[in-house]
């Protein structure tokens, strides 16, 4: 055997999974096909600590982003690693949002996450610039360089013992009943057991387990706000959220670096990996336009509409600036500038839904991470210990 555990992928899962082996003794060998960690969602995101108020109660999300959240913002300062502890304020427009909000604020209390709903006046108080008919606070929202800890968790991995072998792409991972071969552009090699955590790409070594669920990806591109008026938001300003949607809603966020952004979009990509509006890829294409799913998803109304909003926001950012001036109503488009993108390795169902949850599934000696989307990073810490012991179970 070359490993006790072989772990596919270098962003935030895998080498939270990586770090707790090696601590906990084991051998562990973490294959990725870039040239370092944390280059496609891990690196590509919000940075945002979601204490989740709002996630279903019961669900993987809402057992891992609570102490997750905790977690992550203790290891983030222990280590120096930036960090803006920020709060929360979600804000409703009409009677639908503030239905959505009221939702939010009884998960929340659910979820044992404090919060507290506020009056129009009150939300000035916290957030001067931003506006709504009705509000909520969560205190526990912070921001974090999420590179930065992504890269501490490998340095803590490779320092209690794990190896990182970059420029290695998986092809496929073979369960020989007592352990498993790994199949990669380099070679094959010999574990006990296997953890993809291969974030956009996960459903394609882990298809036996999920026929029945596919990645379709959607690009979240954010704009960013000019450096001098970075200051009318100081912590994270929200719509109210659609609890049918995984999305957020485009939304203000001031990041540990003090930049001010605005974003994420939620619009079709043409590529898993392709971060411009045009990129593409002719094998991920194919994958999205063969997926009976992909046809039932687009036959919700829904869907379709937010679809068309996408084009035209991701593509004009006169649209994001109206979007934003929901929330914030002084920002003007000449206040924005384009900024980065991240895509979503979001799951999409056999029947059209959108899968909701992190999903974690199990055979032979693999345990696969699957829809590993938002709040992946904030529950990292404990979710990759989780994922950590499931495997060391099967190998
Ligand atoms: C736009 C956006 C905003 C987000 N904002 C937040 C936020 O604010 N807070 C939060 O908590 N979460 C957020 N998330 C979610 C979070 O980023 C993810 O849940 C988390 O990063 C998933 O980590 P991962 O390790 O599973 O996947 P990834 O970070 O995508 O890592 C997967 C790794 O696998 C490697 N890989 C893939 N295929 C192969 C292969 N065949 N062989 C070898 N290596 C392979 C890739 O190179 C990559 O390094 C956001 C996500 C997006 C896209």
């Not at 590179?147 to 794990?162: C, K, P």
């Amino acid at each position: 055997m070359d490993a006790d555990v072989a772990v596919v992928g270098a962003g935030a899962i895998g080498s939270s999974v990586a770090r707790w082996l090696a601590k906990d003794g084991h051998e562990v060998v973490v294959l990725d096909k870039e040239t370092g960690p944390a280059l496609h969602q891990s690196g590509r995101n919000s940075g945002v600590v979601h204490a989740g108020y709002q996630y279903e109660p019961g669900s993987t999300k809402a057992r891992f982003a609570r102490e997750g959240a905790r977690r992550l913002i203790a290891y983030c300062r222990e280590r120096d690693i930036p960090l803006r502890q920020n709060g929360l304020l979600v804000v409703a427009q009409n009677e639908t949002e503030i239905g959505y909000l009221e939702e939010a604020h009884r998960r929340s209390q659910t979820n044992g996450i404090e919060a507290r709903m506020l009056e129009p006046e009150e939300i000035q108080q916290v957030e001067p610039a931003a506006r709504g008919r009705a509000g909520l606070r969560v205190p526990a929202y912070a921001s974090f360089d999420a590179r930065a800890y992504v890269h501490s968790l490998t340095g803590e991995a490779m320092t209690a013992g794990a190896e990182f072998l970059y420029d290695t792409t998986v092809e496929a991972i073979e369960d020989t009943g007592r352990g498993v071969r790994v199949h990669t552009s380099k070679g094959t090699l010999e574990a006990g057991g296997a953890v993809n955590a291969a974030g956009l790409q996960a459903d394609r070594l882990g298809q036996d387990v999920c026929p029945d669920m596919r990645i379709v990806p959607f690009r979240g591109y954010y704009a960013e706000v000019v450096a001098d008026k970075r200051d009318m938001v100081e912590g994270h300003v929200y719509p109210a959220p659609d609890p049918e949607l995984p999305f957020l809603g485009v939304h203000l966020s001031k990041r540990a670096d003090g930049r001010l952004i605005v974003g994420p979009g939620a619009m079709l990509a043409f590529g898993r990996e392709a971060y411009s509006f045009w990129g593409a890829d002719g094998r991920d294409l194919l994958d999205t336009l063969s997926w009976p799913g992909f046809y039932r998803l687009l036959g919700d109304a829904k869907i379709r509409s937010l679809i068309g909003d996408e084009v035209h926001k991701s593509l004009s950012l006169k649209a994001m600036a109206a979007e934003a001036r929901r929330l914030v109503p002084e920002i003007e488009a000449v206040d924005l500038v384009d900024s980065y993108a991240g895509n979503r390795a979001q799951m999409v169902s056999r029947e059209g839904e959108l899968v909701m949850d992190l999903v974690v599934r199990e055979q032979g000696n693999t345990v696969h991470v699957l829809n590993a989307v938002s709040p992946g990073l904030t529950c990292s810490l404990p979710f990759g210990e989780h994922v950590a012991q499931l495997a060391l179970e099967r190998a």
